[in-house]
DNA sequence: CGAGAATAGTTTTTT
DNA sequence: ACTATTCTCG
């Protein structure tokens, strides 16, 4: 007794009495409104080690759900001290992979292969192109990525097929529908789902099948959801199943971060999980932890401007803090050097002692990372990216990918057409069109069509194709196979390595690399993949290769987010919530850019206050420091256009803002002439020279301080030994050419080239 | 059939 | 600017 008082007491140990209620309430339905910085995950983790040494729930009936693997994985990191080996069997989940696990479990009872595969959005596109040509619409007319939103968005709200044709009231929603019914028709016979369906055939799985909900129903007695306010209908329907029995349901969230409703969450859940559940405890969080006064205040201010909002006040302990730099540039390029130099500064002060990874820098779209990028490569910043062109929609990673689908799912017609003829191997779109044509005519996959029309019997008249490409069909259908039947002798990593070479894939990379720069690359990022499945290969020839394949299904890029690494984090705002770090500058404080210009168009006022929510987050990430940036000028598209501030800069009181940096007219105006050339002489006095930085998706060793010259003996990695034959600096690299003694001449990009000096 | 050129369309955010 | 698709020629 003694004992467990002791135990409560370390697990309470320095929580506040509202943090502690939370803790404490196991009991029935409980709603957690957690501000930013208000010990969120401490809580979570807390309740869940409360749960298990004070309650004495078997940790296996414990289920906590997340939306990115990152966020789970950072639970159990913080569980591990607490619960040692139970670890194991608690259930520290995503939505997705939650729900794949038990339809991989329970694939009998949908009539779906146990060996699904999960496509992607790239996947997905080129599905509904097929379909759209098979019900012959005109994709010009009726844009895939319409439909398949429109999809997405009636799974989500748990409408199906006849569901959304009964309620098709124009011409659009029955199109609309008519897609939708042969896009589930394809899935099936693909053997695949989307990630929508991952969610909502495990809510029909439960709905239909009484006995196996039971099952889970009385397996988990506790469940708690995390960024309540991002899940959807089908995601909050699923949840209410899942606890049926016990109504233990605890979720955590906060509307006024809510910045998903584009991808269909629905902030109404929160409203009905209090109607659904009426004896709801709600316990709400407002002591922040994190932030300086200042940087609160900044916040606060911003939000109390949304007019559809539940009143929150948050608070801290924390000092007052550093003023909030707000400065205005001439274009995304000064933009990106002031960031720069600014760290520079902040670095090289001893009173604060930052490091690298203390400091991001957020943004409203991808596109911006990229003057951000080449200014840290010219000043030699190490930085690290999240998001941009992610690892796993790579055109290699994709094709070798597809490769492996194949071997455990033959079915999946997407990606046999992706590398049917890559590299390629003399079946073109006519012979590709003939095979299609009898595909859908037998209703077989195109694996069964390949079969028929290379088999001795069938006669050619069938098909009308010549005997070349039949040859070409039979050869490919022959390396399918051929690794079909090695796949349970090899570890995965001798496996991938026996497709690339019996594909030609080793072989075409090869060649690209010789033609193109980013064949060095492609070949880097498939030793990186490579040593990714390495880590699966432990699992053995069986689960090894599936294991693999969902993992990167469902994979984001935020999960690489490595904490301690000696580089800046560039970040989109989207992919920063979550996060913290003391010195947060954010760019393109601009109309159009945050608010977003769609949101503004779009006439609507709750996606303005979206966007306000958006820059509410990327306020709420900041510890210390604060930067708001914004361009006079800003390029998109090739062109240039000046801007306009962001009206959430006028949301933020002038006191909070270093005078200094302000400009004249609370901001509105351009700085005057003395400040602009102050400011220029900043950025140009600062040191020009290179020095080794680092992109966080592709790891690679930095050569770019050595310097080749003309004569140099080199060595690389791939091509081996030769000699510079000329050296072509271009703005960040240099192109080097290198006569190598086997394998000719070849142009390398020097930072991207495994090239040394050998002597 | 395949490769390169010309052209059209496109971008917000992503599990 | 960048990609995806279509066109054209060997």
């Known amino acids: 007794m003694v004992r467990s008082i002791d135990k409560a007491e370390k697990i309470l140990h320095g929580l506040n009495s509202r943090q502690r209620d939370a803790v404490e309430t196991i009991d029935g339905p409980v709603l957690i409104l957690a501000g930013p910085g208000s010990g969120k995950t401490r809580v979570i983790t807390s309740r869940i080690a409360y749960l298990r040494h004070i309650v004495g729930i078997a940790s296996f009936r414990i289920a906590a759900v997340t939306f990115t693997n990152k966020a789970a994985r950072e639970m159990k990191e913080r569980l591990s001290p607490m619960l040692g080996n139970d670890l194991n069997s608690l259930s520290v989940n995503t939505f997705h992979s939650f729900c794949a696990r038990i339809l991989r479990t329970e694939y009998e009872h949908i009539g779906i292969n146990r060996d699904f595969t999960i ?75 989307d990630f929508d369906d991952l969610i909502f055939k495990t809510y029909l799985l439960f709905r239909d099948v009484p006995q196996v909900a039971r099952t889970y129903q009385n397996k988990f007695a506790h469940l708690m959801i995390d960024e309540f306010q991002d899940t959807n209908i089908a995601q909050y329907a699923l949840a209410k199943q899942v606890i049926q029995e016990t109504s233990n349901i605890c979720v955590v969230g906060d509307p006024d971060q809510s910045i998903y409703t584009w991808r269909n969450a629905d902030i109404r859940n929160i409203l009905s999980f209090q109607t659904d559940y009426p004896s709801t405890k709600i316990i709400s969080l407002e002591e922040n932890y994190r932030s300086t006064q200042t940087i609160l205040d900044a916040a606060t ?14 608070w801290t302990k924390n000092g007052k803090g550093n003023p909030i730099i707000v400065s205005e540039t001439y274009d995304e390029r000064e933009e990106a050097q002031f960031v720069i130099n600014e760290i520079q500064t902040l670095l090289k002060s001893p009173k604060n002692n930052y490091n690298l990874s203390d400091i991001a820098v957020m943004y409203r779209v991808n596109a911006q990372s990229r003057a951000l990028e080449e200014s840290c490569v010219r000043y030699g910043m190490p930085y690290q990216l999240i998001g941009g062109l992610k690892f796993y929609q790579r055109q290699e990673i994709k094709d070798v990918v597809a490769y492996l689908r194949l071997m455990i799912n033959p079915d999946d017609d997407i990606s046999l057409t992706r590398i049917i003829n890559t590299p390629t191997r003399g ?22 069509a390949l079969r028929v029309i290379t088999s001795e019997k069938h006669k050619k008249e069938e098909t009308g194709l010549a005997s070349r490409p039949v040859k070409a069909l039979a050869d490919f259908l022959k390396i399918l196979d051929d690794l079909t039947s090695k796949k349970s002798e090899l570890n995965l990593v001798d496996f991938i390595d026996l497709i690339m070479e019996r594909t030609g894939y080793q072989r075409y990379l090869m060649d690209s690399a010789n033609v193109e720069r980013r064949g060095e690359e492609r070949i880097e990022n498939i030793k990186e993949f490579k040593s990714t499945a390495a880590e699966f290969a432990l699992l053995g020839q069986q689960e090894g290769l599936p294991s693999f394949l969902e993992s990167v299904s469902l994979i984001s890029d935020i999960d690489n987010l490595k904490e301690r690494s000696e580089a800046i984090t560039l970040i989109t705002l989207h992919q920063a919530k979550g996060l913290e770090f003391p010195v947060v500058f954010i760019v393109g404080m601009e109309e159009g850019l945050l608010p977003h210009i769609r949101s503004i168009d779009s006439g609507d006022p709750s996606e303005l206050e979206e966007e306000r929510r958006l820059c509410y987050v990327g306020i709420t990430r900041a510890k210390e420091q604060l ?53 220029r002489n900043r950025l140009t006095s600062t040191s020009t020279k290179s020095s080794p930085y680092s992109s966080g998706n592709v790891k690679k060793e930095v050569t770019s301080q050595v310097l080749f010259q003309v004569g140099d003996k080199v060595n690389h990695d791939i091509f081996g030994k030769g000699m510079v034959v000329s050296v072509k600096p271009s703005r960040e690299d240099s192109e080097i050419t290198v006569a190598f003694d086997g394998a000719g001449i070849k142009r390398l990009l020097q930072s991207l080239a495994p090239l040394n000096k050998s002597e």
């Open 627 to 679: 930067y708001l940036l914004r361009a006079f000028r800003r390029g998109f598209r090739g062109g240039s256009e000046p801007s306009v501030p962001s009206r959430f800069l006028v949301d933020i009181p002038p006191s909070l803002i270093s005078p200094e940096t302000l400009t004249s007219e609370n901001r509105k105006v351009t700085r005057n002439s003395e400040q602009k050339t102050s400011l």
């Open 427 to 448: 079946i073109g779109q006519r012979t590709l069109d003939q095979v299609l044509r009898m595909a859908r005519n037998k209703e077989i996959s195109i694996i069964s």
């Open 119 to 193: 496509y992607d959005d790239a996947d997905q596109m080129s599905l509904m192109k097929q379909v759209l040509q098979d019900i012959n619409l005109d994709p010009k007319r009726f844009p895939p990525r319409s439909i398949l939103s429109a999809i997405s968005g009636a799974k989500s709200q748990l409408i199906g097929v006849s569901g959304l044709s009964s309620q098709s009231t124009n011409y659009w929603d029955e199109i609309v529908a008519r897609a939708y019914e042969r896009y589930e028709e394809m899935l099936i016979s693909n053997s695949a789902v």
């Open 301 to 314: 201010s911003l939000i109390k401007t949304n007019t559809q909002r539940v009143e929150k006040d948050l």
